[in-house]
């Protein structure tokens, strides 16, 4: 299995962002999808997850800023992320079950 992000960059605080992550190998046989950050001099964290059947779970502080959807027809899963914060900088890692890890994509918010 194979993930491949896209879709990071440099906003402002407050803008928007939208991430894809696009799943190939296996992907009809993945149960969760899910999205990671990891901050300079941090350790990587959650952020959402999505299973085969459409359940999204999210941490608490991303909730109601981020969204995570997949389709399956096109094998991708997305991260939409709205009101984006100085702290929200990170490299953000797509991961699929049972342990598959995409290469990251840097998002960056300036204030």
């Known amino acids: 299995v194979q993930l491949v992000e896209s879709g990071g960059g440099l906003v402002h605080a407050g803008e928007s962002l939208a991430l894809s992550c696009a799943v190939s190998?296996?992907?009809?046989?993945?149960?969760?999808l899910s999205w990671y950050r990891q901050a300079p001099g941090k350790s990587r964290e959650l952020l959402a997850s999505i299973t085969s059947g459409g359940r999204a779970d999210y941490v608490d502080f991303v909730k109601g800023r981020f969204t995570i959807s997949r389709d399956g027809a096109k094998n991708t899963v997305y991260l939409k992320m709205n009101s984006l914060k100085p702290d929200d900088t990170a490299v953000y890692y797509c991961?699929?079950?049972?342990?598959?890890w995409g290469q990251g994509t840097q998002v960056t918010v300036s204030s």
């Open positions: 991961w699929a079950m049972p342990d598959y």
């Open positions: 190998g296996s992907p009809f046989s993945i149960d969760v």
